[in-house]
């Protein structure tokens, strides 16, 4: 009966997103999610009522399903919300991307007897945040209570949260921060248009996309490009992205005069649009995970200087500069100036992170992990 169930309609997975934002994680499920047979899975996206963006109308017009939940730091109501749709709904399969607080949604996952219950990470400590780093300390020894499988975007973050043995013994599966290629491929056509309706015609231009957080190192950005502007007049810096330290941001931008030379985008629905606009991006990451922004650079052929805070794995072709922190603002202005412009060869690797390669062996995982619930198997 069990069979016949899921060759008749598709398996719905309870996908754990926490806070829509218009961040990395969200972009990584969402292209899987467009990716993945939609006669085979659908997922029930759960997300946290204090989002600052709205569910895609293009996903939820594919069959997938948006669920709202009390923020998590409301964790009573949050549990109780949760637990009540995993009781309603009778998923096989929680996938949570929730870094190490997954813990609550997989306790909620785990009382309500799901038995598949995934913890994926996305993240790494780092920088001098203090209190969050602590907690992330703590609860990452939690990570293991209610999961049954350990997911990581990157080798760094699955032997961080999971540990080394763990990793070594191939308990972590590694599913790579994939894209569409073909969303890149963008015509110069494009290109100028949204040059022009920006302002930014005939100017150098240093790119950055993601969120103004703490982990994205504005302010050191913000002191490389005034480095390159008063090297090059013509420069301007494109800001794609938003977050809590937008105001502190903009105080970053005046203290350094550059009012008129700094254009920002905010959020966008189609960030891949954005790329070839830039001659280079510059990305002084304080820590990441793996880093989405990276990867999509080299796919859209724009070199990128990064810092060495970003895993090895998402350097996929002959385009980036690698970095550390600790060496000077005009070196990293010196770098980024020199990389401009230049032709981007992917290597094998990139295949990797290609969506249409990658979105396969995610819903093969999945099946198998179906046919050991059906087989009555061990899933630990």
Known sequence: ??????????????????????????AVVFNYYRA??????????????????EPPQDLIDMGARFIMLPPYQKLSAYLKELRHHLRTEHYT????????????PLYAAWREHVPV???????????????RNLAKQVLRRLSKLFSTHYFACSEKAGRWMFGDKAFDDGKVYVLKNAVDFYRFHTSQSEVEDLKTQLGLSDC???GHIGRFTYAKNHEFLL?????????????RLLLVGDGELHDEIIKGIRNRGLENCVVMRGKVQNPEKYYKLNDVIIL???????????????????????????????????????LDLNDSVKLWAEKAVNA?????????????????????????????????????????
């Open 284 to 322: 002084p990451s304080v820590f990441e995970g793996l880093s989405m922004t990276t990867v999509e650079s080299q796919v859209a052929g724009v070199p990128a200087v990064i810092s060495k805070a970003i895993p090895i794995e998402a350097i996929i072709s002959d385009g980036c500069i690698y």
């Open 117 to 131: 219950r995934i913890a994926h990470n996305h993240s790494v400590p780092g920088g001098n945040e203090l209190k």
């Open 204 to 206: 150098f231009i240093v």
């Open 223 to 235: 002191d490389v490009f005034k480095e390159i502007n008063e090297r090059n007049s013509c420069a």
């Open 1 to 26: 009966m069990g069979n016949k169930q899921i060759n008749s309609e598709p398996t719905r997975i309870a996908y754990i997103i926490g806070k829509m934002w218009a961040g990395g994680v969200e």
């Open 93 to 104: 399969i929680v996938h949570s991307h929730l870094n190490t607080l997954s813990v609550f």
């Open 36 to 53: 993945i047979d939609h006669t085979k899975f659908q997922f029930d996206f759960y997300y946290d009522a204090d989002s600052t963006v």
């Open 340 to 380: 401009a412009n230049k032709e981007v060869h992917l290597n094998k690797s990139a295949e990797d992170y290609n969506i249409k390669t990658q979105a396969p062996k995610l819903e093969a995982w999945y099946f198998k992990a179906l046919s050991h619930v059906r087989g009555g198997y061990s899933l630990k």
